[in-house]
């Protein structure tokens, strides 16, 4: 062995030593808010799964989306870059073209390249194919080109066309007798609609979503055709964690894996199956939020009963702030009591404030992560780095080129995580340590439909969160150096300097 060789060995021995290849399970649940779960501060909703992995595990306190809808923070998650660099990066029609390239360095592909087995069930909303997608034939670019070996999703969301799954490159459960059309555009047949004819529907719109019926349900967009292959909202649950749980078995005598488990709970409609109906007082959003937990149950058994899980990393997190009415009428307002969705946090989903963005975050592996609570501020869009250099996986400087390597945070290791974020909802803000300044924005304080504050204010907003966690006073105007200085940083990092 020459000395290049020996070094070479050396190096490769010491970053075998410092790396280690848990499974991974990611928990990605929609809508729910920072008050969602009993393990932060939810007592009108009972959580017991989740707040055991919360209590066996690291939960965070400032964790965040980049965003405070679902495309950015999920395009983020997945590239560890901030969505907001990417115009097109923003809520999809269900018929959007395929958001992230095939060819760059994203999560799953990282940890493909570590020799992960990977595998994505849930809500997808980053578009697939390439513009006017024939969905009757191969599906593709999808999760399959960008790192995941096996997929089995919903296109966009629960509320919006196709209503179908697609597993891997096709369209689950289709007659080809019955084709697929969909359409964003107008109606593609003379059936009836949310709007035509709300007697038809279960649950009425109370904004939007008055569309293509299906299931008794109108939605966003027009579809028809696939009737053997429409999903069901009742089971839709049931028929994601069996898919989950058919991953792990499938995939534990062969580890390492990674499951992306993007649940449709807690996002409009709200439907949980039946078995959820008395599950709390609050009706189908409480109800939604308790089937999420069940999904967990399932999924942490399925570990345990494969021997597995003290050597896997859970991550629980959400993909953008709670929201009461989000165009159904389904009394998650008349029945929402004393439960705060976003717990001390002002705003929810779509909101400047911190309530856009900060998520419960919860790190679960019992081989490593001691049992706490972290304050440290970390983002999503950091997993990628950081779990690349936990499993050894190479990454260029420029790949995920917003994230951060974030990984003794994320272990408990350290209690400092990241100095700087962005947020971001229509404008953005941004995260100092404590402090967090918001930019001046037009457009309405009050989002009518949802009745969320969208913090928007003509006026530049800075708030003292160590001391004002509800960004309740502005101090703008009597920390004017410091505002400067943040607006100034927020120039550099929108501008990459
Ligand atoms: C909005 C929808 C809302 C929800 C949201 C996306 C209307 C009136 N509202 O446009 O119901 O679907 O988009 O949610 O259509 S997200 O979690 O996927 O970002
Ligand atoms: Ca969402």
């Given at each position: 062995?020459?000395?290049?060789?020996?070094?070479?060995?050396?190096?490769?021995?010491a970053?075998?030593?410092?790396?280690?290849?848990?499974?991974?399970?990611?928990?990605?649940?929609?809508?729910?808010?920072?008050?969602?779960?009993?393990?932060?501060?939810?007592?009108?909703?009972?959580?017991p799964?989740?707040?055991?992995?919360?209590?066996?595990?690291?939960?965070?306190?400032?964790?965040?989306?980049?965003?405070?809808?679902c495309?950015?923070?999920?395009?983020?998650?997945?590239t560890?870059?901030?969505?907001?660099?990417?115009?097109?990066?923003?809520?999809?029609?269900?018929?959007?073209?395929?958001?992230?390239?095939?060819?760059r360095?994203?999560?799953?592909?990282?940890?493909?390249?570590?020799?992960?087995?990977?595998?994505?069930?849930?809500?997808?909303?980053?578009?697939?194919?390439?513009?006017?997608?024939?969905?009757?034939s191969?599906?593709?670019?999808?999760?399959?080109?960008?790192?995941?070996?096996?997929?089995?999703?919903?296109?966009?969301t629960?509320?919006?066309?196709p209503?179908?799954?697609?597993?891997?490159?096709?369209?689950?459960?289709?007659?080809?007798?019955?084709?697929?059309?969909?359409?964003?555009?107008?109606?593609?047949?003379?059936?009836?609609?949310?709007?035509?004819?709300p007697?038809?529907?279960?649950?009425?719109?109370?904004?939007?979503?008055?569309?293509?019926?299906?299931?008794?349900?109108?939605?966003?967009?027009?579809?028809?055709?696939?009737?053997?292959?429409?999903?069901?909202?009742?089971?839709?649950?049931d028929?994601?964690t069996?898919?989950?749980?058919?991953?792990v078995e499938?995939?534990?005598?062969?580890q390492?894996?990674?499951?992306?488990?993007?649940?449709?709970?807690?996002h409009?409609?709200?439907?949980p199956?039946?078995?959820?109906?008395?599950?709390?007082?609050?009706?189908?959003?409480?109800?939604a939020?308790?089937?999420?937990?069940?999904?967990v149950?399932?999924?942490?058994?399925?570990?345990t009963?494969?021997?597995?899980?003290?050597?896997?990393?859970?991550?629980?997190?959400?993909?953008?702030?709670?929201?009461?009415?989000?165009?159904?009428?389904?009394?998650?307002?008349?029945?929402?009591?004393?439960?705060?969705?976003?717990?001390?946090?002002?705003?929810?989903?779509?909101?400047?404030?911190?309530?856009g963005?900060?998520?419960?975050?919860?790190?679960?592996?019992?081989?490593?992560?001691?049992p706490g609570?972290?304050e440290?501020?970390?983002?999503?869009?950091?997993l990628?780095?950081?779990?690349?250099?936990?499993?050894?996986?190479?990454?260029?400087?420029?790949?995920?080129?917003?994230?951060?390597?974030?990984?003794p945070?994320?272990?408990?290791?350290?209690?400092?995580?990241?100095?700087?974020?962005?947020?971001?909802?229509?404008?953005?803000s941004?995260?100092d340590?404590?402090?967090?300044?918001?930019?001046?924005?037009?457009?309405?304080?009050?989002?009518?439909?949802?009745?969320?504050?969208?913090?928007?204010?003509?006026?530049?907003?800075l708030?003292?969160?160590?001391?004002?966690?509800?960004?309740?006073?502005?101090?703008?105007?009597?920390?004017?150096?410091?505002?400067k200085?943040?607006?100034?940083?927020?120039?550099?990092?929108?501008?990459?300097r």
């Amino acid at each position: 062995m020459n000395r290049r060789e020996f070094l070479g060995a050396a190096f490769t021995a010491a970053t075998a030593a410092t790396t280690a290849r848990p499974n991974i399970v990611l928990i990605y649940a929609d809508d729910l808010g920072y008050g969602d779960l009993g393990s932060y501060g939810a007592e009108r909703v009972k959580t017991p799964h989740l707040d055991r992995l919360a209590k066996g595990g690291l939960r965070f306190t400032d964790a965040h989306t980049t965003a405070a809808t679902c495309t950015p923070s999920r395009y983020s998650l997945i590239t560890g870059e901030y969505a907001f660099r990417v115009p097109a990066a923003r809520i999809l029609p269900g018929d959007a073209p395929a958001l992230i390239r095939p060819g760059r360095a994203t999560l799953p592909s990282v940890l493909k390249q570590s020799g992960y087995r990977t595998g994505v069930v849930g809500k997808w909303h980053l578009g697939l194919g390439s513009g006017k997608l024939d969905w009757n034939s191969d599906i593709g670019p999808g999760p399959l080109d960008i790192g995941f070996d096996e997929c089995f999703i919903i296109p966009a969301t629960g509320d919006r066309v196709p209503c179908v799954y697609v597993e891997n490159r096709r369209v689950a459960g289709l007659d080809p007798k019955d084709p697929i059309q969909v359409s964003y555009e107008g109606p593609v047949d003379d059936a009836p609609t949310g709007k035509s004819n709300p007697e038809f529907l279960k649950i009425k719109p109370s904004h939007g979503h008055d569309m293509t019926i299906v299931n008794g349900i109108s939605r966003i967009g027009y579809m028809r055709g696939g009737r053997a292959a429409l999903w069901n909202d009742e089971s839709m649950a049931d028929t994601l964690t069996a898919r989950a749980v058919s991953f792990v078995e499938r995939h534990a005598a062969r580890q390492p894996f990674f499951l992306y488990f993007a649940s449709h709970d807690i996002h409009v409609p709200r439907v949980p199956n039946p078995r959820f109906a008395a599950a709390t007082a609050m009706g189908p959003r409480g109800n939604a939020i308790a089937e999420l937990d069940w999904c967990v149950g399932q999924i942490t058994e399925a570990l345990t009963q494969a021997g597995v899980l003290k050597n896997t990393l859970i991550l629980v997190s959400s993909d953008n702030g709670g929201v009461v009415d989000d165009g159904y009428q389904d009394d998650s307002v008349a029945k929402l009591g004393a439960h705060r969705p976003n717990g001390p946090l002002r705003g929810g989903k779509g909101s400047k404030f911190e309530g856009g963005t900060r998520v419960p975050f919860i790190v679960h592996w019992p081989d490593r992560v001691k049992p706490g609570v972290s304050e440290a501020l970390v983002s999503q869009m950091d997993l990628v780095r950081s779990l690349a250099t936990l499993t050894g996986a190479k990454l260029a400087a420029q790949e995920a080129p917003d994230s951060e390597d974030v990984l003794p945070a994320l272990l408990g290791e350290r209690k400092q995580g990241r100095q700087f974020l962005v947020e971001q909802s229509g404008g953005l803000s941004l995260r100092d340590g404590l402090w967090k300044y918001i930019e001046p924005g037009s457009g309405p304080r009050i989002a009518a439909n949802t009745n969320t504050e969208t913090g928007n204010d003509p006026q530049p907003q800075l708030y003292d969160l160590s001391r004002d966690l509800g960004e309740t006073k502005n101090l703008a105007t009597t920390e004017p150096v410091r505002m400067k200085q943040m607006a100034d940083k927020l120039q550099d990092i929108r501008a990459k300097r």
